[in-house]
């Protein structure tokens, strides 16, 4: 047992509501939380903000290396990541800033740099982590480890209602074509590519309700935690 509890990796492809059902179930479990996907976000909007080459592997390295950055709780449904003292929100919802960030995350200083990061966020456990690799990459020596999948149509229609409840335009063609080709570079990158690692338990969230997503996984933890 680690000195702070186990540590939850809950990967899964863009738009499956990693990043809420792993809120959800750090809250009733007590752990802390991190969205992995979001750190990359905040890089690629800092990065856009200083109109710096998004193909500069180095470059982005050490930008990410220059700033200060902390994981914030309870600042909003969103605010998972602050940088430089700068809490982030909508800032990096923008399909232009997710655009961007899965460019710099195919990088391999990036991901390295990430990885060394969330390995010191979690390494204490006490955590429920959230990204593609988490299980496969940063942490497989997890306690538990869960893949939640659901279709593309589905996480296209959820990503639309998410931004249009933040009061964002959202283009549901554009968003399903966007989660598509993201599976597809995911999936076939060279560096820590999106796979279920072998002993994750796979969850379909396509038509499961949010609540039953987190009840089970949340029945998975106990039988972890009992394990250890």
């Known amino acids: 047992m680690r000195p702070k509890g186990l540590v939850i990796a809950i990967d899964g492809p863009?738009?499956?509501g990693k990043s809420t059902v792993g809120k959800m179930v750090a809250a009733r479990v007590?752990?802390?939380?991190?969205?992995?996907?979001?750190?990359?976000?905040?890089?690629a909007w800092k990065a856009l903000?200083?109109?710096?080459?998004?193909?500069?592997?180095?470059?982005?390295?050490?930008?990410?290396?220059?700033l200060k950055w902390e994981f914030?709780?309870?600042?909003?449904?969103?605010?998972?990541?602050?940088?430089?003292?700068?809490?982030?929100?909508?800032?990096?919802?923008?399909?232009?800033?997710?655009?961007?960030?899965?460019?710099?995350?195919?990088?391999?200083g990036v991901r390295l740099f990430m990885k060394d990061m969330q390995r010191l966020a979690g390494i204490d456990g006490g955590v429920v982590m959230e990204g593609r690799d988490i299980g496969s990459?940063?942490?497989?020596?997890?306690?538990?480890?869960?893949?939640?999948?659901a279709s593309p149509q589905a996480r296209a229609e959820r990503r639309a209602q998410q931004l249009r409840a933040q009061g964002l335009e959202a283009d549901l063609e554009q968003i399903l074509d966007f989660i598509v080709k993201r599976d597809a570079q995911d999936s076939g990158r060279k560096n820590n590519p999106l796979v279920k690692a072998p002993d994750a338990?796979?969850?379909?969230s396509t038509s499961v309700p949010r609540e039953k997503v987190v009840d089970a996984i949340v029945e998975l933890f106990e039988r972890a935690r009992k394990a250890f």
């Open 14 to 16: 863009a738009g499956v």
């Open 201 to 204: 338990h796979y969850l379909d």
């Open 30 to 43: 007590g752990y802390s939380f991190v969205s992995t996907g979001k750190m990359y976000r905040a890089l």
């Open 72 to 108: 914030p709780k309870g600042a909003g449904p969103e605010a998972d990541v602050a940088i430089d003292g700068r809490t982030l929100d909508r800032e990096i919802t923008d399909e232009r800033v997710g655009k961007a960030s899965s460019g710099i995350a195919k990088l391999a």
């Open 137 to 149: 990459n940063v942490f497989p020596d997890a306690e538990l480890k869960v893949y939640l999948d």
């Open 49 to 66: 903000e200083l109109g710096l080459d998004l193909g500069d592997d180095a470059g982005l390295v050490a930008l990410a290396g220059r």
